[in-house]
């Protein structure tokens, strides 16, 4: 069995910064892709930004320049720097992980979700 729990959610005024992070636990070989996606209320759940193993990084046009994903693979921690925070940005933001328990078994592994809210 594998965990991923995220932490650094939170308010923050327009303009602001916040820092996600997520680690994984439990039975892990190796993880793969390690990404972040947001849903806001009413609406489906999107792609924030996603990074490969090896460092590889893409993101949604609307974070483009002010979200930065990283990662620590001897941690198996994923980061989120989100910087000139947008009210729109406001969302529960959930942490993904695609997961090798073994050589040849992998499974999409989800966090519960953490709140950032942008307001004045």
């Known amino acids: 069995q594998v965990q991923l729990v995220e932490s650094g959610g939170g308010l923050v005024q327009p303009g602001g910064s916040l820092r996600l992070s997520c680690a994984a636990s439990?039975?892990?070989?190796?993880?793969?892709?390690m990404a972040w996606y947001r849903q806001a209320t009413g609406k489906q759940r999107e792609l924030v930004a996603i990074?490969?193993?090896?460092?590889?990084?893409n993101y949604a046009d609307s974070v483009k320049g002010r979200f930065t994903i990283s990662r620590d693979n001897a941690k198996n921690e994923v980061y989120l720097q989100m910087n000139s925070l947008k009210p729109e940005d406001t969302a529960v933001y959930f942490c993904?992980?695609?997961?090798?328990?073994?050589?040849?078994?992998?499974?999409?592994?989800w966090g519960q979700g953490t709140q950032v809210t942008v307001s004045s």
């Open positions: 993904n992980a695609d997961v090798h328990t073994s050589w040849y078994q992998n499974t999409i592994y």
């Open positions: 439990g039975s892990i070989f190796s993880i793969n892709d």
């Open positions: 990074i490969t193993r090896s460092g590889g990084t």
